[in-house]
Nanobody
């Protein structure tokens, strides 16, 4: 089994910054892609940013403001969020495309962390 533990969410004023972390642990052989999604009240979950084999992609709404990075040695992915807007308020989830030690490929999700942007 694999666990993803997120941290770093909270309340921030518009224009502020937050850094989210997501650490994967457990029966991991390797991790391909890792990413961040978010879900606002009454809306569908949407991709925020993802990284795989050194490449990254971002939702248009966060380009230039958010940066995804990864520490492969720690099986951890980060999301640096700058110039936050009230529209960024959501529960943020990380995921990981994991090849486990039984060589099964499974997509895991974290439990989510709340980000609230408000004055």
């Amino acid at each position: 089994q694999v666990q993803l533990v997120e941290s770093g969410g909270g309340l921030v004023q518009p224009g502020g910054s937050l850094r989210l972390s997501c650490a994967a642990s457990g029966s991991i052989f390797s991790i391909n892609a890792m990413g961040w999604y978010r879900q606002a009240p009454g809306k569908q979950r949407e991709l925020v940013a993802a990284t795989s084999s050194g490449s990254t992609n971002y939702a248009d709404s966060v380009k230039g403001r958010f940066t995804i990075s990864r520490d492969n040695a720690k099986n951890t992915v980060y999301l640096q969020m700058n110039s936050l807007e009230p529209e960024d308020t959501a529960v943020y989830y990380c995921n990981a495309d994991v090849l486990d030690r039984a060589l099964r490929r499974v997509l895991y999700w974290g439990q989510g962390t709340q980000v609230t942007v408000s004055s």
